[in-house]
C-alpha cells in the first residue's frame, strides 16, 4: 500500500535561514508526488509537483523539490525563509494510471523566528 | 482565479443529526473529491466523484456518507447521523483530471464539523 512518511513534525527556523523538510514515501513504482501548504484557516495550496522528468523540480514562493529514487524521498526546500513562509506542509504521494486520491503525509508543522 | 468555496465554514451540531456541507468546485473541473482532517491528523481520502457517480472511495466513507452533484454545480457530502468522532475539517477538492496523474487538486479553505 502506498503511504508517504514526514518524519518532522515541527520545525523553527529563523528568517533567512534555508529549509528543507523531508518526505519519504512507499510506493511500488514511480509515484506522482506533491507538497501541498495549508495557512492557518486556508486550504490546501499546492507548491509543486513531480511527474517525471528532471528530478529537482521548480514550484512558487522559491520553492523546490527534487526526487530521488534510490532514497524514496521528496524532499522541500527553500534557500531563504520568509516570516510568510510559517504554514503546514503535506507531503502527498498519487498512483500513475490508477488511483483518483491522493496518499498524504502526517505534514510539517514550520514556525519561523524573526 | 478561480476557486473551490465551501459552505459552512463552521457547524456545530448534536450527534446523531444530519449535516450536508457543500462545495461549490472550479466551472470546468470534471473530478470532485471529499477529503478530511481530524484535528491534529493526516489528510485523509475519503471519496471520488466523476461522470456523476463515486469513483473511489475510503474505508471511513461508509454508509452514513453520501455525496450527490444536484445541480451541476454544487457538490455535496451528506453524513446522515452524525458522531462525535466524524469532528473534522472537510476540504473539497476538484480537479481537471486524475488526481494521481495530471490533474492538479485545487482544494476549498474547509469547512469545520463539531460534534457535541
Known amino acids: 500500500a502506498q503511504s508517504v512518511t514526514q518524519p518532522d513534525i515541527h520545525i523553527t527556523v529563523s528568517e533567512g535561514a534555508s529549509l528543507e523538510l523531508r518526505c519519504n514515501y512507499s510506493?511500488?513504482?514511480?509515484?506522482?508526488l506533491f507538497w501541498y501548504v495549508q495557512s492557518p484557516g486556508q486550504g490546501l495550496q499546492l507548491l509543486l509537483k513531480?511527474?517525471?522528468?528532471?528530478?529537482l523540480v521548480q514550484g512558487i514562493k522559491g520553492f523546490e523539490a527534487e526526487f530521488k529514487r534510490s532514497q524514496s524521498s521528496f524532499n522541500l526546500r527553500k534557500p531563504s525563509v520568509h516570516w510568510s513562509d510559517a504554514a503546514e506542509y503535506f507531503c502527498a504521494v498519487g498512483a500513475p494510471g490508477g488511483y483518483n486520491k491522493l496518499i498524504f503525509g502526517a505534514g510539517t508543522r514550520l514556525a519561523v523566528h524573526p | 482565479e478561480p476557486e473551490v468555496t465551501q459552505t459552512p465554514s463552521h457547524q456545530v451540531t448534536q450527534m446523531g443529526q444530519e449535516v450536508i456541507l457543500r462545495c461549490v468546485p472550479i466551472?470546468?473541473?470534471?473530478?470532485f473529491y471529499w477529503y478530511r482532517q481530524i484535528l491534529g491528523q493526516k489528510v485523509e481520502f475519503l471519496v471520488s466523484?466523476?461522470?456523476?457517480?463515486?469513483?473511489?472511495k475510503s474505508e471511513i466513507f461508509d454508509d452514513q456518507f453520501s455525496v450527490e452533484r444536484p445541480d451541476g454545480s454544487n457538490f455535496t457530502l451528506k453524513i446522515r447521523s452524525t458522531k462525535l468522532e466524524d469532528s473534522a475539517m472537510y476540504f473539497c477538492?476538484?480537479?481537471?483530471?486524475?488526481?494521481?496523474?495530471?490533474?492538479?487538486?485545487?482544494f476549498g479553505e474547509g469547512s469545520r464539523l463539531t460534534v457535541l
Open positions: 466523484f466523476y461522470n456523476n457517480e463515486i469513483s473511489e
Open positions: 513531480y511527474f517525471s522528468g528532471d528530478t
Open positions: 477538492a476538484s480537479s481537471w483530471g486524475l488526481a494521481g496523474s495530471n490533474g492538479e487538486l485545487f
Open positions: 510506493y511500488g513504482a514511480t509515484p506522482y
Open positions: 466551472s470546468n473541473h470534471l473530478y
